[in-house]
């Protein structure tokens, strides 16, 4: 296992518990999902494990080491993009690297790289403000990508863009893991997407959050997306999952 989470706990100065005694194990070049209703801690989890905010109790462990705070074997990917708006897309991709103190030239022949791999070649010098909603994931992941992280932790990174762009970037979300092995831990509300996406699927009941159930879809990847999307396994997962989580509704 790369990421370990140990009876964490966490409540809010606010009186909120969002968290108790949360056990996970997340293996390597594998995509997690954790999935459950709103309010449940999942995207609370997903920034403990990334060191942005404190828990109470428990601990994470990345390779074996305490988390305490952010690290360069980590890279998170925003629901809300967390672009530089003044600045374009080669810099915002290569922010990661600049911030680390990569020389310029190495830090755009990198990020360059990667602004090709997510389909946004020619358009690094446009501005944020200039891209659709599905450009600036894009240019998220690219940047997630670039500091070269073993981990990418992804908070609902497709929850703003329509259907159809969402199925797109589902789809070349896969083809991109199965390229640079990168181990990933997922947030969404979808139930669909987290069937067609993970290896398995952490599901919280409501807060506080607590792990009700690992499932592994038994999915047959080797088939095409639409294949994939009819195949027994995947609505069996669907239907698993919803029996589950409706208790909840």
């Known amino acids: 296992m790369i990421v370990e989470v140990k009876g964490v706990r966490k409540t809010y100065d606010s009186g909120v518990e969002a968290l108790r005694d949360v056990d996970l194990s997340f293996p390597k070049g594998q995509l997690s999902t954790l ?3 709103s309010g449940c801690g999942k995207t609370t989890l997903l920034k403990i494990i990334a060191g942005l905010i404190p828990k109470n109790g428990g601990e994470v462990l990345v390779n ?12 998170f990917v925003f629901q809300d993009f967390a672009l530089l ?5 080669l810099r915002n991709v290569g922010f990661g ?3 680390r103190g990569v020389e310029r030239k190495e830090r755009d022949e990198v990020a360059r790289k990667y602004i090709a791999e997510v389909g946004l070649k020619g358009f690094e010098h446009r501005y944020p403000a200039q ?4 450009m600036r994931q894009r240019v998220g992941l690219a940047r997630a990508l670039t500091v070269d992280a073993d981990i990418i932790l992804m908070d609902e990174p497709f929850s703003s863009v329509d ?7 589902q789809e070349d979300l896969l083809d991109l893991l199965r390229h640079h092995q990168k181990t990933v831990i997922f947030v969404t509300h979808s ?12 599901l919280l009941s409501p807060r506080p959050g607590r792990v009700s159930k690992i499932v592994r879809p038994a ?7 639409d294949e994939i999307r009819r195949d027994r396994g995947y609505l069996d997962t669907v239907d698993e999952i919803w029996g589950i989580l409706r208790q909840y509704v």
């Open 35 to 37: 999935l459950g209703p």
């Open 64 to 75: 074996g080491k305490a988390v305490h705070g952010p690290g360069p074997e980590r890279a």
């Open 85 to 89: 708006p003044w600045a374009d897309v």
């Open 97 to 99: 690297l600049e911030l």
């Open 131 to 134: 891209l659709s909603g599905g």
């Open 163 to 169: 259907e159809q762009t969402r199925r797109k970037f």
């Open 191 to 202: 139930i669909e997407e987290a069937a067609y996406l993970s290896d398995q699927i952490a």
């Open 219 to 225: 999915v047959d990847r080797s088939k095409s997306p």
